[in-house]
């Protein structure tokens, strides 16, 4: 685990896993403070050797913009092509709303879509033409 203080954005949580990083992302995460959020994950992850997943608790983010929504679809992509798992927690109302609005909420969570049945059976060709 991470040995670094903690970042301004971020506050790095005891984690359950020894092998998933938890942060917590603290205030805005918008158009002004969106870089530097992506930094200090970036920074974050680069301490900690064995890492294989990476959990974003967000209940301390005050706003949440389009550029705010970029950095989160950026990390996920990160987190992707290194192999990690990655998944946001605990996202607020207003950040939840967001998500929800540009149909990100499943992707960024790993929660089930609720309208979306679990496991939808492909359709079966037969061959047979029915005539």
Known sequence: MPTT????????????DPDTLCLAL???LDHETGDDVLDEIREALRGCDGVRGLRLDCREVAT???A?????LQLHRDAHEAGLGFRLDRTGPRLERL?????TYEYLTG?????????PEPAIETGDSGT
């Open 99 to 103: 998500l929800r609005i540009t149909g």
């Open 68 to 72: 705010g929504l970029a950095v989160l």
């Open 111 to 119: 929660a089930s879509p609720a309208h979306l049945p679990a496991d």
């Open 26 to 28: 603290v205030g805005d």
């Open 64 to 66: 949440a913009d389009s």
């Open 5 to 16: 203080p903690d970042a301004a954005f971020l506050r790095i949580l005891p984690s359950t």
